[in-house]
Structure formats: structure tokens, C-alpha cells
């Protein structure tokens, strides 16, 4: 407190009065001491005591800030988790007012560098005015990465302005599933009343629309916060706590992204909207609304001149079509609308209307048309939604009446909203008399009862209210509301959880029956030669149900007539098409809408068929078959490479010292390589015989050219220098000769006569000389050794063999004689190296010595000392093997060389099954120069050898040998049991797409694909029927836990055998042993591929190969009835299938959907075996009550005169006494006489036509008896 000081004193003063006057007031002061004390200590302890607390927290409260903290908004992907909305980390430039001098002139050096408009600033001044001098204002948002560099660089010059890096709300790929997912902006004045101020008080966004609005709760997450120390001007001092905010959970959407683009390009330029979902669960897969918008506009705010964009384009982008927009349906409800009229009892499937191309109601002169001018003529229900014919709807609306359609047309969703997670849907119109009423005060009259019964008026529904009425109708009435959450991941370490929808009900019909009769018109929508949907789904894999609508956008007068080209684009008529599909199980209901595209037919309809064979196609589980398929590679062979390739970077890091330069390059080499191998792989065989004469004679030129302009290096000219590359001829000589040779001998039948093998030495010898000329020795060995391999496969006779090896060794003087210096002196230290131990043996000694020391085990992983103290030269490329030997000893290098060894032997293998002489004859050329590479390089490293420029294959430094290895292993993947080598698998194609409609590009690919089965051929060649006795024959079948397994499978299935007997005649037991015999009853249906194994029966098993290629057919129609992926079916080695074990035929004309799920699975339905069975027996017309075989004894021989091979029964009953035969088996018509070698003898059976029944499943005598004693033994058993 400030000191007072004295009042002035009087001149004249009077000492006594002074000091009483200054005692009295020294007491008094001294009095008001007392009481002003008295009233401080009373405040005091008023305040330090008895307020404590309060006034302690107020201190709190001055001196500690709650600062808050954005979480990090959750991010939404695809049901793949594909990202559809993700952070971005962003950079926005803040100024901090305190710390400026002058805003203006800070703001104009700024823009120098920065660019920003006028409404930046003014939004930064307006930001500024409302925050402390001491915090941060954004200026600008989102700044490049150029602009944050530039401005970096200058920071210096900029005192109080700042880079922040924040999080941004980014949608990467722009306009994709944009109505659905939605975007986030920033938070609105009308906002901020209804959200949480706590938790939102760190962000600036929000969720605006769609996804990002309707879970923004979910994915907007837990602020945190940080508590501060701040003094008495707000500054921040330090940090005393801090609570990190909870980041939003990430949401999975039902979407298929890669689906949503097929759908999104199908409708191409289009206005309109597709919906497609999974009927089972109402998951929604694609949600199309075009035209679209980029997202990203939005997130920091449109600017007025792009949001004017959007607003006023006349196609409105921002409306979302597919929940918003209401169209008329047009014909898309009349299969609705025929179930309804078929459930009331209105008319039935059969009732018929004649129409003349009008409906007139009675008394009324008005003509409502038909889309056809001059009618359908009689027409049935099925008719009239095939055809899609006015008139009969007309009809049904008359007699439904309107409440009535309403009423049932209410049940399948129309008229109300589906409830999907997104918001912003309109429930569409489903009008009726009430509601007129309600809606314009007026009564409903008969014309538009009409009206809406070919979907047209007032009645209107969204594009999702269509695509969730045909999942209706898909599930026979199971009502799942449509939705778009798929899972919720509340962190990203944890596993999402999944979101379930119930069927909500199911719509009660009086008759079943009514739904397939429905469904059956819409399936012939798309397939019947009159169905107005048949050209866009010509063709298609899969059972479609479908139908199309068109909708009329303005009305046309009574004499007028619709002529597109004289109406104005966006008064066309909007084209429509529902449907889904496979029938039989379904797995995508669909709408399209197009505004102002014509036929939903012609334009909906193909759009609609684009989206389908993108979901039902996509589904490949088999990933194996699916690598063998794209990418024409061997598994065994590649993973073989694989190995080998990791072991030579293993042992090429020691051998280098560590050096990871040296293993990056060599990987880059490795990639390389295995690239060209995968190109390689896909060149058919018939290509590269083409290519033979030309890759060779380019070759021969550039051996030429190398000796005339090659480059020099080491004493040897081999390179020829492009310019932009340098490359060795001599190795493309490696391909090319040996592609040359065997090109040569497979024009004609091997082996090759002498003439053809002396022209042939001339294709190998012209090249390898010319090598020869650069020097290149080893080089010209290999290439020779290439070309002679392909004589040798082709079957070069031993005499010239022998011939051969001893001119070669009679020329060897000759030889040695032309050989360089240097190559002479190689001979000479391998014969022997002591002599030159420091000169031109230590190669060969220094690597015998590495190997050596090696011993049995090793001295380890980048411990050898023989390479790591440089003993061993070159140890990184020829000599590599030296340091292997050495790290890893005797067993390293048996496991290499077995290695080796596996690659090689499946190679030849591949090689061996390869189709075509000029395949097999290059593949096993390309594995014998491998095997020759090995073996030069190991043996020069090992002493074997002289020493030769020959690198270990895939495990030396280098990359020229290596791709040319790699070009070898394409060749032989390739050329592998191709069948489209085949020309009578090309005709094959070729005749089959043409007769059936089947792909031809599929079954390439499905040919491809596949090799030929050896063992089906040998099983084939040795059926059991044909080389067994009966005595052999039953023991097989009648064993006891057959029996035993026979009747616990006829007791389990009771209803269904009574079904069965009931419908079919056919005794359980006889079914049951049917499939007891085939598969115990389910256990065994066979492993064998059953397209793989049918083609090879068609293709390479000439006593049958008529039978087994309409058996082929019959199952890639089969396939493509069934919806089944050819690759993916497993049978029998003769293509027999499920537990029936029937053949392709045979599944296509009795198999039947006994348990009524709407597919024929003889698989894994009980019921449909046993249906399919019966239905075969009785179509070939077993007979009740009658017998199948018995045994007899003969009197006499005479019988034997009666024995026959056929087993149709040809001898009449009252021919056998006279042959002493005596039967008591009932039975109408002839019978038969047959032998069999049982244990105890020959025994004689009498068979009926019912045994000839069975012979009919299998022609084959010792099946029909085995089935017949097994279900003897079955039906005893059961009876017990």
C-alpha cells in the first residue's frame, strides 16, 4: 500500500497543543488500527477458513485451463475394407496476431508466396476478432506440399506466422458411392444448438449427409483434453495433465467398391439410379446415383461459385436419386401384381384375355393402349409378364380393384420408407381412394385404377423400394430391411463386429405354388425367345428372373402416337429393370432406372445384366485354380524356383561379405527374371513354333554383327552396344536353336530320318560356330548341347549316337589344335592344376579347397574363411558353389543338389505331359541345357571340369544367363498339357459357343486351365466290371458295414423314401443300395476334377471320345444351368457326380429338387439323391412289384443255348422250361440268361426287366447284381 504523507503544519504553533492534539489522535488511530485489523482478520478468516474451498477451486479455475482436443474422426471402408473415407494429414498456415507488427503487410508478403483469395481473408479477419491475440488463426487451409516447402524455406522472414499440421476428412476416391457415403463440413450456426458443446468442442466438422451423418455419433468419437497452467493474459505456461481423446469407431459398409464402380460405369453418362442387394440379408452392394460429385468440395467448404455449379445444373448432382427419387414403375410391378390377382383368386395362371392392343372399360369408349399397336392377341398371365402386355393388366387392375392393389402392393414396401441407415428417402406414392382423398379432396375414378396397374399415374416408388420388392419375391416373401452398416470397429487392433439384420416377417400366401408361377414368367422374361429382356442376357451362366418397365414422363393423347425423336430428351420415357438372380439361390436383387432412356429392355435391362455378372462372377474361392488359370504357372515347378532363388540370395549375402548392394541388385535381377517367366508362360506353343524361324534368323544376324562391330572386353568380342543397351546375341542363341531344331523335326514323324538329323546339325552348327568365333567356348557348348538335346528327345537313333561321340573323339586333335591359347591352358590345369598352383591352377585348387574343408556339415552361415579371406576368386558368380560347399558341407550340398534335382525332374515331367511334338521336344530341350548348366558349373568347381564361364543357375551374381534360364522354365509352363494346342479342342470351341451360346473366351480359359489325367486314362483302361469275376465282384459291395451303414441311411431318411415310393414306385431298398454301391451312401463322391477329367476322356481316349465330348458338353451346360464354377466340381474319374453319382447327362435330365429349395444338389441334400434316383428308375420305367433277378439250377445244358451277352431281355418266359429253366420271380415280358463265376462255381441267374432297370444307372451285369443282393441284405437287415 502507498504511503501518506503529513498535512502541512501552521506556521505559528502552540507546542502543548500540538502533542495533545497528536496524542489524542494517536490514539484514535490507534483505535481504527485496532478495528480495521479486527475486520481484516474477520475477512480472513472468513475467506481462508470458512470459504476454503470455494475460493481455493476459484483459484484453480484462473490459473488452469481445460484445453480440448479433436478426436480423429473414424474411418468407413467397403465391406472388403476398402477405404471410402479416411484422414489426411493437412497442413493449414495460422498467424498469430501478438506476434505480428503489421497484419497488413504480413498478409500481402504472404501472398508472394502463398496463394488465397479474398474470402480466405475475410474469414481469417473475422476468426481473428473473435480469438485471443495469442492463438493461432487459420489463413489458409489444405496446403500443398510445394507450398509448404516454399514457405518453409522463408519461414525466418515471418515472425508469428505458422505451419500446422492437422488431420483432414478425405474421400479418396472422390465421387464413388458419393450419395451414400456422404461428407462432413463444417459445423453451422443451427448445428451447434442440437449437438453435444462438451464433445464438440474441439471440431470444426461434421457429418452432413448420408453415411457420415447418419453414424456421426459412431464416428465422430470422445474428445480429450489437455489441462494447462495459463497466466493472467491466457498464455499456456506448461501442461499439467492431459486426457488423450478417443478416435471414432470405424464403420464397414455393405458396398462392394469394385462392384460399385462396374455399376457406376455401366450407367455410364446416364441420369438415373441402380440398387443392388443381397436378398437374404437386405446388405445393400451398389447404390448408383449419376450424375455424381467430388466429396471433397465440401469438407472445408464449397466455394460459392462450384456450389452454384451443383445447384444449378439442370441433372442435379447433389439429389440423391436411388433413396429421393420417385419414378414412375411401370411394368416393373406387374409380376406383384399377378401374385396378388393369383392369391385373391381374380383369375388363375391359366386365365386368358385376348388382347387387341386396347382395354376399354365397360361402357366407356376411352382406349387405354397397349405398348404393342395391334396387340398380343390371346394371351395368358405368364403370357402377359413375358411380354409384358398392357391389356391383361388392365384387366387385373378392373377386377382387383385400387384398395386391393394397394393393400398388396403395400406388403411388398411400396408406399412407405424401407427404414435404410441414410436418411434422406421418400416413401413414394402407393395410391388409393383414401388416399386421394386425403391428398386433393377428390373421389378415385375406374380410368385410374387402370392406370396403376401398369404402374403409371400417380403411383410412383424409389429405385431401392424396387430393388427391395424383387428381394421379396427373390426369398418367397422373407422381408429384411435394406441396410448399409456392415460392421463396427470400435479400434483398429480389435476385430470388427459384424451387424446383423433378422428377417423382420415373412408375407403369408395361401399357396406357395404362386410364387414359383410368378417367378417362372420372370425367368422367362430374360430367356424366352418372346421375353422382352432375352437379348440382354442371352447367354448368361445363371437364371435370371427379371422384368422390365418403361414409364411414361408425360402424357400422350388419345389419336396421338410416342415418336421419340420429336420429344425433348428429358420428356422421354425413363427405362427400368428389376430382377435378381441365381433363381435357384438367390444372391442379388437389382433396379435400374435410366431417366429418359427409352425400353427398360434395350437400355436398363444390358446395365442390369453388367452389375449381375460382376457379383456372381467375382465369387472364386479356389485361389490355387485361380494362379493356375491367370497366370499359367506350375505350382510345384515355381515354389521349386522360389526356394532355390532365396538360397542364392542367402549364400550370395556371404559370399559378397554382407554386401546388401550387391542383394538388392540381384533381387532387382530375380524379379526380373521371374516376370519374363510369367509373360513366357502365357505364349501358347503354336505362337512360338511360329516364331522359331524368325527369333532364329535374328539371332544368326546379330552372331554377325558381333563379329564385325562387336564390342571388345576381356580379350573376347561378344557385346553388341545400342546405345540405350548391351547385351550378349549368344545367349538369345540359347532359345532361339534349340526353338529352331525342334521346329525342324516336328514337321515330321520321329524319329528323324538321317537326312533331317544332318540338316539339323547344320541349324545347331552354323550358330555354335560362330560363338565359337568371338571366343565364347562355353557359351558355344551349352548352345550345342541345347540343340543336340532336341535330337536326342526326338528319338535320334543309338547307332548315330555312338557314331557321333567317336568322330568327335577322332576330331579331337583337330580341336585342340584350333582352340585359343588360353582355352588350352584351361585343359591343362584341370588335368593338372599343381603345376600352375599360383597362376593359372589357383581357381581350381583355391574352390577344391573351400569344399573340401567344408566336411560333412560345414563350417556354417558366413563362417567360411576361404571366401571371407579372399582365398577364393570369382567366389560370388562361377565359383559360388565353392563357398555353399564350404558354409554348409556334405549335406548343404546333397540337399542343393536334390533341389536340383526336383526342379529338373518336374520339368521334364511337365515336358513328358506336354501336348504337341514341338512342345514336349523345347520344354525337355530347356531342362536338359539347366541340367548341363549344374552339372559344368559344379564339376569346374569341384575338379571334374576344366574351368568354363558357366554360372550356377539362379544362384550366381548376374542376370543374363538367369533370364535366359527363366525364358526356359516360361517355355516349359507353356507348352504343359495345353489343350488349345489341340485342334480338335480349338474346332471343339469354336462348334460348342456356337450351338449353345457358351463363352468362347471362358472356355479358353477353362481349357487352359486344365492337363491331361494320366490315371483316369489308366483307370479307364481297367474298370473293375471288366476284369473281375463275380465271385471277386460282390465282396466289394456286400460287407457288413455296408449294409449296416445302408440301413441306419434308409431309417434317417424315412420320409423321404416314402415320398419317394409313393411319387416314383421304386423300393427304398433299391435306392438305397443304388447309393450305397456309388458312394456309401455320401461318404466317397470322388476327388477327381470333373471337367479335367471329362476333357481327357473326350480328348485322349479314342475308344469312347464321342460319348465323353457330348458328356462334355452336357456338363458346361450343366455347370452353367447349376451356376457352378467348371474347375470347382469333384466326381469320379468317368465325371460321375454327388452321392448319385450321376454323369453330366445324366444330372441335366432326372436329377430333381426333391426338398424344394429351388436347387438340385446331389451333393448335400439327402432328399434330392434319393428323388433323383427314384425319378431315373422310373423314367426308364421300373415296374412295381415285380422281380429283378433270381438264381436257378439248370436241368440239363440245354440253358446254355439261351445265354446271351446283351442285357436287354429278349427271351420269352415260357422258352426257358423247355431249356430246363424254372423261375418263380413275377414278371410281364421276356427275361434274360445270365452266367456268373461264383465261389462254389457257375451259377445261372435269371434276370427281369426291372434288372435291366438297373443295368441302365451302369451297363453293367455285376452292378445290377450287386445292388440288387445289397439291397436284399439291406431290406433283411432293416426288417430285424
Not at 88 to 93: R, Y
Not at 354 to 376: I, M, T
Not at 522 to 533: E, I, L, N, P, R
Not at 1160 to 1176: C, E, H, P
Request: with cysteine.
Amino acid at each position: 500500500m502507498k504511503r501518506f504523507q503529513k498535512s502541512r503544519r501552521d506556521q505559528l504553533a502552540d507546542p502543548y497543543i500540538e502533542l495533545s492534539l497528536f496524542r489524542f489522535r494517536t490514539v484514535l488511530v490507534s483505535i481504527l488500527c485496532v478495528l480495521l485489523l479486527v475486520t481484516l482478520i474477520a475477512r480472513l478468516y472468513h475467506l481462508q477458513v470458512t470459504e476454503y474451498e470455494h475460493y481455493a477451486t476459484e483459484s484453480t479455475n484462473n490459473r488452469v485451463h481445460l484445453n480440448a482436443i479433436a478426436p480423429a474422426r473414424g474411418l468407413i471402408f467397403d465391406r472388403h475394407g476398402f477405404v471410402l473415407a479416411h484422414n489426411l494429414p493437412a497442413f493449414q498456415l495460422e498467424i498469430t496476431a501478438e506476434d505480428v507488427d503489421d497484419l497488413d503487410l504480413t498478409l500481402q508478403r504472404i501472398a508472394e508466396l502463398i496463394d488465397f483469395t479474398e474470402r480466405d481473408v475475410a474469414r481469417f479477419r473475422k476468426s481473428m476478432r473473435r480469438a485471443p491475440p495469442f492463438q493461432g488463426v487459420p489463413i489458409r487451409f489444405d496446403l500443398s506440399e510445394e507450398e509448404v516447402a516454399r514457405f518453409s524455406v522463408n519461414q525466418q522472414d515471418f515472425p508469428g506466422v505458422n505451419i500446422v499440421a492437422t488431420l483432414k476428412r478425405h474421400y479418396p476416391n472422390n465421387d464413388l458411392a458419393g450419395h451414400t457415403v456422404g461428407y462432413v463440413g463444417r459445423i453451422d450456426e443451427r448445428e451447434l444448438e442440437q449437438i453435444d458443446p462438451v464433445n464438440y468442442r474441439a471440431s470444426r466438422h461434421i457429418g452432413k449427409v448420408g453415411v457420415e451423418k447418419q453414424y456421426e455419433s459412431i464416428l465422430h468419437g470422445t474428445v480429450g483434453h489437455q489441462q494447462v497452467e495459463v497466466n493472467v493474459a491466457g498464455r499456456v505456461l506448461r501442461v499439467l495433465d492431459e486426457v488423450p481423446p478417443v478416435a471414432g469407431a470405424g464403420i464397414y459398409l455393405t458396398l462392394d467398391s469394385g462392384l460399385q464402380k462396374i455399376a457406376e460405369d455401366a450407367l455410364g453418362d446416364a441420369a438415373g439410379a441402380i440398387v443392388a442387394l443381397d436378398p437374404n440379408n437386405g446388405e445393400v452392394l451398389a447404390m448408383v446415383s449419376k450424375p455424381a460429385y467430388n466429396l471433397n468440395l465440401f469438407v472445408d467448404g464449397i466455394s460459392v461459385k462450384d456450389y452454384a455449379g451443383l445447384r444449378d445444373d439442370w441433372r442435379r448432382p447433389l439429389f440423391n436419386r436411388a433413396t429421393s427419387g420417385t419414378y414412375p414403375p411401370g411394368s416393373t410391378i406387374k409380376p406383384h401384381l399377378a401374385l396378388a390377382a393369383l392369391e385373391k383368386r381374380t383369375l388363375t395362371a391359366y386365365s386368358r384375355v385376348y388382347c387387341p392392343g386396347y382395354y376399354s372399360l365397360p361402357n366407356d369408349d376411352h382406349r387405354y393402349r397397349d405398348w404393342k399397336q395391334g396387340g398380343h392377341g390371346f394371351v395368358t398371365l405368364d403370357d402377359a409378364i413375358v411380354q409384358s402386355c398392357d391389356v391383361m393388366f388392365y384387366d387385373l387392375a378392373h377386377k382387383l380393384g385400387i384398395d386391393a392393389m394397394a393393400e398388396s402392393l403395400g406388403e411388398f414396401g411400396f408406399g412407405r420408407q424401407t427404414g435404410i441407415d441414410m436418411g434422406q428417402e421418400r416413401a413414394g406414392i402407393l395410391p388409393s381412394r383414401e388416399w386421394k382423398k386425403q391428398q386433393y379432396g377428390q373421389i378415385w375414378y375406374p380410368g385410374e385404377t387402370l392406370i396403376a396397374g401398369i404402374g403409371q399415374g400417380y403411383f410412383t416408388a424409389t429405385p431401392l423400394q424396387l430393388a427391395h420388392s424383387m428381394g421379396i419375391l427373390a426369398t418367397r416373401g422373407k422381408v429384411t430391411d435394406p441396410h448399409l452398416l456392415y460392421a463396427v470397429q470400435p479400434r483398429p487392433s480389435e476385430r470388427p463386429q459384424l451387424y446383423k439384420v433378422d428377417v423382420s416377417h415373412t408375407l403369408e400366401v395361401r399357396d406357395p405354388k404362386n410364387w414359383e408361377s410368378v417367378i417362372e414368367s420372370m425367368v422367362k422374361v430374360t430367356s424366352d425367345q418372346k421375353g422382352t429382356a432375352r437379348q440382354a442376357f442371352r447367354g448368361v451362366a445363371y437364371k435370371v428372373a427379371g422384368k422390365t418397365g418403361t414409364a411414361q414422363v408425360f402424357s400422350v393423347a388419345q389419336d396421338e402416337e410416342y415418336d421419340k425423336e420429336l420429344v425433348e430428351k428429358r420428356l422421354q420415357d425413363h427405362a427400368l429393370f428389376v430382377g435378381f438372380a441365381p433363381v435357384e439361390s438367390p444372391k442379388i436383387a437389382i433396379a435400374v432406372v435410366v431417366e429418359n432412356g427409352g425400353g427398360g429392355g434395350s437400355v436398363a435391362a444390358p446395365i442390369a445384366r453388367t452389375v449381375k455378372n460382376a457379383e456372381l462372377d467375382q465369387k472364386t474361392p479356389d485361389i490355387l485354380a485361380l494362379v493356375t488359370r491367370w497366370l499359367r504357372i506350375d505350382i510345384p515347378l515355381f515354389l521349386g524356383l522360389l526356394v532355390l532363388a532365396a538360397v542364392g540370395l542367402a549364400i550370395l549375402y556371404s559370399a559378397t561379405g554382407q554386401d546388401m548392394e550387391a542383394i538388392n541388385r540381384q533381387l532387382v535381377r530375380l524379379c526380373l527374371a521371374f516376370s519374363v517367366m510369367l509373360v513366357v508362360s502365357h505364349i501358347p506353343p503354336a505362337v512360338l513354333k511360329s516364331w522359331s524361324i524368325g527369333v532364329f534368323t535374328i539371332g544368326l544376324l546379330m552372331l554377325l554383327a558381333v563379329l564385325l562391330i562387336g564390342d571388345v572386353g576381356k580379350g573376347a568380342q561378344r557385346w553388341l552396344d545400342l546405345g540405350f543397351i548391351r547385351f550378349q546375341p549368344s545367349e538369345l542363341m540359347k532359345i532361339a536353336v534349340p526353338m529352331m531344331v525342334a521346329r525342324f523335326i516336328s514337321e515330321q514323324p520321329l524319329p528323324p530320318t538321317l537326312q533331317r538329323l544332318l540338316i539339323a546339325f547344320v541349324i545347331v552348327g552354323v550358330p555354335a560356330a560362330l560363338i565359337v568365333r568371338q571366343p565364347d567356348l562355353g557359351t558355344a557348348l551349352l548352345v550345342s548341347g541345347a540343340g543336340l538335346a532336341v535330337l536326342f528327345l526326338a528319338g535320334m537313333q543309338w547307332q548315330l549316337i555312338l557314331g557321333a561321340v567317336t568322330l568327335c573323339a577322332v576330331a579331337a586333335p583337330v580341336l585342340w589344335a584350333n582352340m585359343h591359347s588360353y582355352q588350352q591352358q584351361r585343359v591343362l590345369t584341370f588335368l593338372n592344376p599343381e603345376e600352375d598352383p599360383l597362376g593359372a591352377g589357383y581357381h581350381i585348387i583355391q574352390s577344391k579347397i573351400a569344399v573340401g574343408s567344408g566336411g560333412l556339415f560345414g563350417k556354417g552361415w558366413l563362417n567360411g574363411t576361404q571366401s571371407h579371406l579372399d582365398f577364393l576368386p570369382e567366389r560370388h558368380t562361377d565359383f559360388i558353389f565353392a563357398v555353399f560347399g564350404e558354409e554348409f558341407g556334405l549335406i548343404g550340398a546333397l540337399a542343393l543338389l536334390a533341389l536340383y534335382a526336383f526342379i529338373i525332374g518336374r520339368g521334364l515331367y511337365l515336358a513328358a505331359d506336354s501336348q504337341g511334338a514341338y512342345g514336349r521336344l523345347l520344354a525337355g530341350s530347356m531342362m536338359i541345357t539347366f541340367l548341363i548348366y549344374l552339372f559344368v558349373n559344379i564339376g569346374m568347381v569341384i575338379g571334374l571340369l576344366p574351368v568354363v564361364g558357366v554360372p550356377l543357375p539362379l544362384v550366381s551374381y548376374g542376370g543374363t544367363s538367369m533370364v535366359t534360364l527363366m525364358i526356359g522354365f516360361g517355355i516349359v509352363m507353356s507348352v504343359h498339357a495345353s489343350y488349345l494346342d489341340k485342334p480338335e479342342v480349338r474346332e471343339y470351341i469354336e462348334r460348342v459357343s456356337k450351338e449353345h451360346g457358351l463363352d468362347k473366351a471362358e472356355l479358353q480359359g477353362l481349357f487352359k486351365a486344365i492337363s491331361v489325367q494320366q490315371s483316369v486314362l489308366e483307370k479307364m483302361s481297367k474298370p473293375a466290371e471288366r476284369t473281375l469275376e463275380w465271385k471277386d465282384y460282390r465282396p466289394i459291395f456286400l460287407k457288413q458295414d455296408r449294409i449296416d451303414q445302408g440301413v441306419a441311411f434308409m431309417r434317417e431318411n424315412e420320409a423321404l423314401f416314402d415320398r419317394a415310393e409313393e411319387k416314383f414306385g421304386v423300393p427304398r431298398e433299391i435306392i438305397t443300395a443304388i447309393i450305397g454301391v456309388e458312394t456309401k451312401y455320401g461318404r466317397i463322391m470322388g476327388s477327381h476334377p470333373v471337367f479335367e477329367s471329362v476333357a481327357t476322356l473326350a480328348f485322349d481316349f479314342p475308344k469312347r471320345a464321342e460319348f465323353f465330348t457330348n458328356e462334355l458338353t452336357e456338363f458346361l451346360l450343366f455347370a452353367r444351368e447349376e451356376r457352378f464354377n467348371p474347375l470347382e466340381i469333384k466326381g469320379s474319374y468317368a465325371g460321375a457326380m454327388g452321392m448319385a453319382q450321376f454323369i453330366s447327362s445324366s444330372y441335366r435330365h432326372y436329377a430333381i429338387d426333391f426338398d424344394g429349395d429351388g436347387r438340385r444338389d446331389l451333393w448335400n441334400s439327402n432328399a434330392d439323391a434319393i428323388g433323383s434316383v427314384a425319378n431315373y428308375f422310373a423314367v426308364h420305367k421300373w415296374k412295381p412289384g415285380e422281380a429283378v433277378v433270381e438264381r436257378v439250377s439248370p436241368i440239363g445244358d440245354a440253358y446254355k443255348d439261351l445265354v446271351q451277352k446283351s442285357l436287354r431281355p429278349t427271351i420269352e418266359q415260357a422258352r426257358l422250361a423247355d431249356n430246363g429253366l424254372l423261375i418263380t420271380g413275377k414278371s410281364a415280358g421276356p427275361v434274360s440268361v445270365l452266367v456268373q463265376q461264383g465261389h462254389e462255381g457257375e451259377e445261372v441267374w435269371i434276370s427281369h426287366h426291372n434288372f435291366y432297370v438297373i443295368t441302365r444307372y451302369n451297363h453293367s451285369a455285376l452292378y445290377a447284381m450287386a445292388v440288387f443282393q445289397l439291397a436284399n441284405e439291406i431290406k433283411n437287415a432293416a426288417r430285424q
